[in-house]
Nanobody
Framework: QVQLVESGGGLAQAGGSLRLSCAVSGRTFGTTLVVAWFRQAPGKEREFVAVINWGGHIISYTDSVKGRFTISRDNAKSTVYLQMNSLEPDDTAVYYC???????????????WGQGTQVTVSL
């Protein structure tokens, strides 16, 4: 089993920044674990945001966050981060981290999920 705990959400103004953290514990499958961030806005489907392999060599983002968000990991702390800059109201959503063994971008591809953290961006 893999346990994921998100933190760092909150309220930000448009143009501001937030950093989300995802603490990973349990069976981490060595360097094969893939960790992704998804988000879900009210009334919308859960959508892919970013993904990183545990070695940190492979990273991918959805187009709407490229150049604004950065995913990274600290293996010593077993934590994956999502640095969000230049926030926009459309970034408002519950953000979830998810873990799996394949480098894919669909929610159904991931077995383990955190509880989510709310991000609200105001004008």
């Amino acid at each position: 089993q893999v346990q994921l705990v998100e933190s760092g959400g909150g309220l930000a103004q448009a143009g501001g920044s937030l950093r989300l953290s995802c603490a990973v514990s349990g069976r981490t499958f060595g360097t094969t674990l893939v960790v992704a961030w998804f988000r879900q806005a009210p009334g919308k489907e859960r959508e892919f945001v970013a993904v990183i392999n545990w070695g940190g060599h492979i990273i991918s983002y959805t187009d709407s966050v490229k150049g604004r968000f950065t995913i990274s990991r600290d293996n010593a702390k077993s934590t994956v981060y999502l640095q969000m800059n230049s926030l926009e109201p459309d970034d408002t959503a519950v953000y979830y981290c998810a873990a799996g063994l394949v480098f894919l971008k669909r929610p159904n591809d991931y077995t383990y999920w955190g509880q989510g953290t709310q991000v609200t961006v105001s004008l």
